[in-house]
């Protein structure tokens, strides 16, 4: 059974990573590369209808990193 898509997502001067992963629905998921200590799990960062919607999510959670 196939997991469906990942993509890597870099972001400029970052050196965390987050992926993006196609859902059978024909969605996309955004999940952080970072895994939870407790659970180890990577959190989900959001679900997008568009592949360009979980991206462009990433660069505002990206923006927002750096502010605070």
């Known amino acids: 059974m196939s997991r469906g898509t990942s993509y ?3 972001m400029p001067n ?3 990573v ?3 992963r196609k859902l059978k629905t024909g969605g996309y998921r955004l ?3 970072k895994k939870d200590p407790k659970t180890g799990k990577r959190r ?3 679900t997008f209808g568009t592949r360009v919607a979980a991206e462009k999510h ?3 959670v990206q923006y927002f990193k750096r502010q605070g």
Do not use: F, K, Q
Request: charged share 30%.
């Open 18 to 20: 987050h992926m993006i």
């Open 44 to 46: 989900n960062l959001g």
């Open 8 to 10: 890597a997502v870099l």
């Open 14 to 16: 970052d050196t965390e």
């Open 31 to 33: 999940y952080s590369r």
């Open 58 to 60: 990433e660069r505002a």
